[in-house]
């Protein structure tokens, strides 16, 4: 089982970027296909990228793509979200957890505490 601790969010202007980094203990780690997740106040969870196990394909939600680039690096057990050209929509509290690539969906319940972005104008 994978256990994320998000972290490098903050607040910054629109048009700024911020890398955000997971570390996810357990051994089998480089097994699992990993997503990174936002959540804003009073709106669902959404799956905003996600990355096979192998780093080969990739998934972006449309309102990100050309802007964020998912990443991750197996024998360090992180996984990395580089988001470039951000603006308020993208205020949130960001999570990594495992996925089911196909389905787009965590594999656990179990959520970090993640990290939160804060975009202003």
């Known amino acids: 089982q994978v256990q994320p601790v998000e972290s490098g969010g903050g607040v910054v202007q629109a048009g700024d970027s911020l890398r955000l980094s997971c570390a996810a203990s357990?051994?089998?780690?480089?097994?699992?296909?990993m997503g990174w997740f936002r959540q804003a106040p009073g709106s669902v969870r959404d799956l905003v990228a996600a990355?096979?196990?192998?780093?080969?394909?990739?998934y972006y939600l449309n309102a990100v793509k050309g802007r964020f680039t998912i990443s991750r690096d197996n024998v360090k057990n992180m996984v990395f979200l580089q988001m470039n050209s951000l603006n308020p929509e993208d205020t949130a509290s960001y999570y990594c957890?495992?996925?089911?690539?196909?389905?787009?969906?965590?594999?656990?319940?179990?959520w970090g505490q993640g990290t939160r972005v804060t975009v202003s104008t």
């Open positions: 957890n495992a996925i089911d690539y196909g389905a787009g969906t965590a594999l656990s319940g179990s």
């Open positions: 357990g051994q089998s780690f480089s097994n699992y296909a």
């Open positions: 990355i096979s196990w192998h780093g080969v394909n990739t």
